[in-house]
């Protein structure tokens, strides 16, 4: 490539990136703020009021994180019952019979069974076997197994929190400065 052709493939490139950008409407720039405001949210708290690790939390509310607050609201209602339904499956199995490595698999196995059968919401389905692995790994690493209840309850209610607070960062950033095109139609005039 000459010298000269450098300037214009240069300025086309960012001009193309420049239509990107006010084709999505800034998309990913919400996406980023969104996140910013719940990790500070989210890090804060839990720093605050525990001692817990905000990991779950965080990886929680970016999983749960959307700038057009319809979605977020519908992975927000997907990922809490797959969670519920994690969180139950994996309790149930920390609480009959001793804690042993060798549960996982057959938890997990039953979750996705009923994530996908019963339950049967696609959106985040995978988050029930994820949940179920979080609250039997939590109580594998706790000597009794009141601990590893507890231990698994608590992550569960981390996860939680990171979902809430995405949602609510997701409604206030959407008030603030709303995605073109998000907001619901405006409903016809009734003709009667």
Known sequence: MR?????????????????????????????????????IIVWITLGFFT??????AMASMIASSEPVVKQG????????????VGCAVGLLFLA???PTPWRLPFALAITVLLASYVVRIQVMWRQAPITAAIVIAGGLSVDSKMGGLESGLRRVIEVIFGCVVALA?????????PVPGSAP?????NPH
């Not at 193309?16 to 084709?23: F, I, P």
């Not at 001692?51 to 779950?56: D, G, L, R, Y």
């Not at 139609?185 to 005039?189: D, E, H, L, S, W």
Request: hydrophobic share 45%; aromatic share 6%.
């Open 3 to 39: 010298t000269s052709e450098r300037p214009a493939t240069a300025t086309r490139s960012r001009s193309q990136m420049l239509d990107r950008l006010r084709e999505d409407h800034l998309l990913g720039v919400h996406f980023a703020l969104n996140v910013f405001i719940s990790s």
């Open 51 to 56: 001692n817990a690790s905000p990991i779950w």
């Open 73 to 84: 609201l519908k992975m927000f209602r997907s990922r809490l019952i797959n969670t519920l």
């Open 96 to 98: 009959v019979g001793e």
């Open 169 to 177: 960062v997701s409604r206030l950033m959407a008030a603030i400065w």
């Open 185 to 189: 139609a405006p409903k016809a005039a």
